[in-house]
């Protein structure tokens, strides 16, 4: 039984699991996921990845699972606002502030299309960041790409990449060490999934309308992805601090990664605490059983 005067009902069990029906003031009553965690990878969680080796990839993958979504597609006034919102996004201030945090001015303000391919139902755009001598050091990219014949979901990405540790050291000065802090890495994924979660999407129209034909999940990952000489991926200790996360059971990997089902929409206070419990539950199921919200 649900009260005539009732907004939201939370409800449990079936496929899609635990979420919450809500009503707006028009009657119509939508459905969204409550949070949990898994590290159930999604078949786009390497998108646009192809022929590339960062050092260090900082990646939030999307996955909108909207229905309906066969006809809308990236108009050009649509395209032309995300051209000029992208140096003010969330994303560019990450990759501007790991370099002030160490010295240098060096803001994430030129964004290029592609290399992923645009289109009327793709978009791609990427800024690059280059060391005192050239070469890339630092790039945030951003892609989203329309439902195709092999894929029915939305798919919004968002990136930070350090290419080069030793072109960035050059760059920002001898005395920084390019080696992030795990605050650094929060404040990375934080605005990584903010862009992708927010900006993005608009880009395909106003998604309040839109009702679920699946839950939406975002993937947080973080990968070495630059064998070394030997071959093998070095460790993400070797460049990230994960002295916060406490000692570790299973010894060093070079990647770790969560999916989080919630809604995709809400606010930067919100997204910043189911954060730190995802990085914490993800690091609890890597081995780094002293993992705790208080310590991040």
Request: proline share 7%.
């Amino acid at each position: 039984m649900i009260a005539a005067d009732s907004r939201s009902v939370d409800v449990d069990g079936g496929s899609w699991g635990a979420g919450r029906l809500t009503c707006s003031g028009r009657g119509v009553w939508r459905w969204q996921p409550l949070p949990r965690f898994s590290l159930n990878q999604g078949r786009s969680a390497e998108i646009g990845t192809s022929g590339q080796t960062p050092a260090l990839r900082l990646r939030a993958v999307v996955n909108l699972p909207w229905a309906g979504t066969d006809r809308p597609e990236v108009t050009k006034p649509r395209r032309t606002l995300l051209e000029q919102q992208l140096p003010h996004s969330a994303v560019a201030g990450a990759v501007t502030m790991l370099s002030l945090r160490r010295g240098a001015q060096l803001p994430a303000a030129r964004w290029e299309r592609g290399p992923f391919g645009n289109s009327s139902r793709s978009v791609g755009y990427t800024c690059t960041l280059a060391g005192s001598h050239g070469g890339s050091a630092l790039k945030a990219s951003v892609m989203l790409a329309l439902p195709t014949t092999m894929e029915s979901t939305v798919v919004a990405c968002a990136d930070v990449l350090i290419e080069n540790p030793e072109a960035w050291a050059a760059a920002v000065g001898p005395s920084w060490d390019t080696r992030l802090g795990f605050d650094e890495v929060q404040a990375v994924l934080l605005s990584t999934w903010e862009t992708a979660a927010e900006l993005l999407p608009d880009v395909v129209g106003d998604p309040v309308g839109l009702s679920w034909a699946a839950p939406p999940t975002t993937e947080l990952r973080m990968t070495c992805e630059r064998p070394a000489d030997n071959g093998v991926l070095p460790a993400l200790g070797s460049l990230v601090d994960l002295a916060p996360l406490g000692a570790n059971d299973s010894g060093t990997r070079s990647q770790m990664a969560l999916t989080i089902t919630a809604a995709p929409a809400m606010g930067h206070a919100e997204r910043q605490s189911l954060l730190r419990e995802a990085l914490v539950h993800m690091a609890r199921q890597y081995g780094y059983v002293e993992a705790d919200v208080d310590l991040l």
